[in-house]
Structure formats: structure tokens, C-alpha cells
């Protein structure tokens, strides 16, 4: 597969990360996204998640470069697996089902290639799929023998594409909240899969403990949270029925992302919540939309990887110190009072101040983070 080179110029903190590529030349990317809208998350905000599972292991925080249209923030291999643009268009990407109609040429663009082009040009989630079908057809597109599941959204709806190179299929979503594994749900794609009944079971018990997750969250909470999800996402027994010892959060989960879309002032207020790493073995920081700079470790596959060490040593189930997840509920506290003054600012027409308020909140808590996790 081919390689792409990236050269990182550090400083007390590093600017936008480049590009890496994904190093399995077989695609083993499978996924459990899915998106909440307002009328359940009870604070204006609009929220879409991905529990990413591959085999990499190169996770970074990568932010759009100066030449991009329209600024970005996203996790992926040093790419973008899920990210956020500065007009609150969220984008998340699943791998779809075995078929008969892909393409054999990996000089195409990958899928985190793909979601990255259509962040860098869309002001809206029906405009990235418009960009996003255009790509796709014009068949600039590759992803191993199979298809794809693309999640959008952005302040006002939402949109779950699934298509082949040569099928695009789209479901528009505006309340609620919709769910998928690796399983295609939309008419016109069901009959291409060449999934068998185990992968599919699989799916199909991933999504089960989404959707009865939140459900549970709505039950007894009345509304979802990030912190609710954050602990949603780190689920890791599976149901009886399964065929394969997979949840959302099983052993080739590398990272999560919750991104939030606030629908008020999405170029500031929207923020990424990430798992650098294994989400059971790391704790979930946040990411303004407004950042500038993360810190390198953040953006060099360190933090990644110091996740991955526990895991080696601890194991997939073991539980996150209690320190950890005090810090997590603390640090979202604090950055949920930082954005409260914020919107205050914006309010008062003060951007750069809000901006600033955002960028030092969320920095101090990475570098107690860093310090925590001894990263």
C-alpha cells in the first residue's frame, strides 16, 4: 500500500499534523458510529460518535494545514477518521460489506482521504454529501473489497451515506438518534453485500448495544450526554448471542471520538472529545474547533501508544483507575464552565477572548493529562 511521508517541526507545542497512512494494507476496519440530535441531548448540541476498530495502532490529533479551505480538527493515523470542520459539519466513516463492485486500485483515495477532502470544502452536511457522492463516482475512490458507510452532520440534520464505486445510497436523519455497525441498512445497498452470517451477527450485536445503551441513557437520565457516551463507548461485554467476542469496545478498538456540534456557534463552541488510544486505557480530552496547536505528544503516536502499553499489560477489561475517570468527569466539568463563559463572550461579540478562554482550558487539561497518564 502506498506510503505517505509526513515531517513534524516541533515546539513547546506542535501546529497542524500531517498526513500518515493507514499501514494494513488489508483494510481490517470495522466501526460502531452513530449520531444524536438535540431534541435528546437537552442543550442545543448536536453529537456524533465513532468507536473506531483497527488494527493500527498510529493514532494522532491532526488539525487542517494552512492550504485548506475551511479549518478542521480530527483523530485518525495521522489523517482523518473522524473529524469536525470550523462550519459544524461532523464526519465519521465506517467500513461497509463484502461486494462484487470495488476497485483493486489503491492509488484512489482512501476513505480518510475522502472525509478529509470533503471537511476541507463543506459548509453543510447536504453539501458534503453532494462533495462526497461527486468523489465517489467519479471513481476517486478505494477501499479494499469493501464498500462504505459514511456518517454527516452538522447543526441543523444528519445523513448516513452507504455506497460502493459504483452505488451511493443516502438516509437523511433531523431528531433522535441513528445507529450503525458495519451492517448496510439503506435501500439499494443490502442486495451488494457479500457479508457472511458471522460478521453480520457481529454487527448486528454491536448496534443491539448501542442503541439498548442509549436507550438506557434516555431512560434514566432523559437525555445523552458526552459523558454518557464516553462511558456507553467503552462497553466491552458482548450479548450471549454473538458469534465473535466483539462489543463496541473490543480488542481492535484504537480510539473514539464524540464530536459535538453546537448549533449556536459551531465555529468556537463545537468540540472533539477524543480517546487517544484504546478508549478503556486512556481518558477522553477535548479539542476546540478554535485549536491552533495541540501538544506534540498528542500528534506523534506517543499518547497512542502509551495506551496501548496498558493494554498489553493490563488487558482489554480491566478497569480505568478511578483517578482516571475522576479526572475525565472533572476536566469535562471545567471545560463545560469554560465554554458557558464563552458563549457569554461571543454573546458580547468578543470571539478572540471566547477562543482564548477554549484554547487555555482545553490545554491545561491536556497537560494534566499528559502528566496523569505518564505519557
Known sequence: MKKLLLTIA?????????????DNPDFQ???????????????????????RDSVSRKLAVTLSSAKAKYKWI????????????????????????PCDDHTTDESKKSTPSLLRAVLEISTTAADAVKN????VKSGDYYHSNKGSIFFLMDTKEGYICE?????FTVQRYDRNYAVRANIWQNPGTQSLS???????????????????????IIKEDGKITPPAIFNLSRHCEMPKESPLKRSICCKN???AATLEIDRQYPGVLSTGYFTIGHPRHTVYVPVPICTQKVLPKMADFTWGNAAFKRYE?????????KEWLDFEKNSFARYSEAKAGARKLLDAGKRSEAEKLLNDTAYQIWCEAEKLLNI
Open 163 to 167: 455506497f460502493t464505486i459504483k452505488n
Open 10 to 22: 516541533f515546539s513547546a507545542l506542535l501546529p497542524a499534523a500531517g498526513i500518515f497512512a493507514d
Open 132 to 135: 462526497l457522492e461527486k468523489t
Open 313 to 321: 499489560e493490563k488487558g482489554l477489561t480491566s478497569p480505568l483507575p
Open 194 to 216: 457479500r457479508s457472511s452470517i458471522t460478521r453480520y451477527l457481529d454487527s448486528s450485536a454491536r448496534a443491539y448495544i448501542t442503541y439498548s445503551g442509549l436507550n438506557k
Open 74 to 97: 480530527a483523530l485518525g493515523s495521522g489523517d482523518c477518521n473522524m473529524g469536525i470542520n470550523i462550519h459544524g459539519v461532523a464526519g465519521v466513516m465506517n467500513s461497509g460489506e
Open 253 to 255: 478498538t484504537n480510539s
Open 29 to 51: 476496519h470495522e466501526c460502531t458510529s452513530w449520531m444524536v440530535f438535540s431534541d435528546l441531548t437537552g442543550n442545543n448540541t448536536n453529537i456524533l460518535h465513532k468507536n
